[in-house]
Antibody
Framework: EVQLLESGGGLVQPGGSLRLSCAAS????????MTWVRQAPGKGLECVSAISASGSTTYYTASVRGRFTISRDNSKNTLYLEMNSLRAEDTAVYYC??????????????WGQGTLVTVSS | DIVMTQSPDSLPLSLGERATINCRSS????????????LAWYQQKPGQPPRLIIYWASTRASGVPDRFSGSGSGTDFTLTISSLQAEDVAVYYCQQYWYFPYTFGQGTKLEI
């Protein structure tokens, strides 16, 4: 059974930093691209970042480019999202989701339960 | 970015009725090289993560009942639930994965 477990969320002041982690199990982690998708309270879904299976290619939506860094450690079956210069509009539940392919995630058939990031003073 | 627009925003129906949710993309998500449509549908219930329902516009994900079906062309897509069950109450999102950033529609809330 595929399991994705996010951690690292919490309350942070504007301009602060957080590092999210996603521990994966139940599938060959190093063979699949991965994504981070966020959902602001009461709002829709936004794909924030993605990374290829090898980690050599990364993707970011414009609003986080230069502030967020996605990475992975295939030896630890773990996905990361380093978030810097956080803004109030980054407040959301952050989901880790697997991709269906190695180079590009395309669709995601497994999702974690999410971790809440709150940016507020 | 590709803009995905769903209609309606809310869909009140009765048990056993047919549900039709529409999604339109601001540009084609049909690949000319492999003839695939880069479109997925997700179901999200309160307090839960999204669940994949349909991918490649019309392929049902594993474990999804056959009352769910997807169809569409390069820019216009439809999710149909043939006979609404109580457990289908949720918000449904379409998503294009033609190129990054993958973008979602605003969601359609299916109510009974």
């Amino acid at each position: 059974e595929v399991q994705l477990l996010e951690s690292g969320g919490g309350l942070v002041q504007p301009g602060g930093s957080l590092r999210l982690s996603c521990a994966a199990s139940g599938f060959t982690f190093g063979s699949y691209a991965m994504t981070w998708v966020r959902q602001a309270p009461g709002k829709g879904l936004e794909c924030v970042s993605a990374i290829s299976a090898s980690g050599s290619t990364t993707y970011y939506t414009a609003s986080v480019r230069g502030r967020f860094t996605i990475s992975r450690d295939n030896s630890k079956n773990t996905l990361y999202l380093e978030m810097n210069s956080l803004r109030a509009e980054d407040t959301a539940v952050y989901y880790c989701a697997n991709g269906a392919y190695s180079d590009h995630p395309h669709y995601s058939d497994s999702w974690g339960q999410g971790t809440l990031v709150t940016v507020s003073s | 970015d590709i803009v995905m627009t769903q209609s309606p925003d809310s869909l009140p129906l009765s048990l056993g009725e047919r549900a039709t949710i529409n999604c339109r993309s601001s540009q084609s998500v049909l690949s000319g090289s492999n003839n695939e449509i880069y479109l997925a549908w997700y179901q999200q219930k309160p307090g839960q993560p999204p669940r994949l329902i349909i991918y490649w516009a019309s392929t049902r994900a594993s474990g999804v009942p056959d009352r769910f079906s997807g169809s569409g062309s390069g820019t216009d897509f439809t999710l149909t639930i043939s006979s609404l069950q109580a457990e289908d109450v949720a918000v449904y999102y379409c998503q294009q994965y033609w190129y990054f950033p993958y973008t979602f529609g605003q969601g359609t809330k299916l109510e009974i």
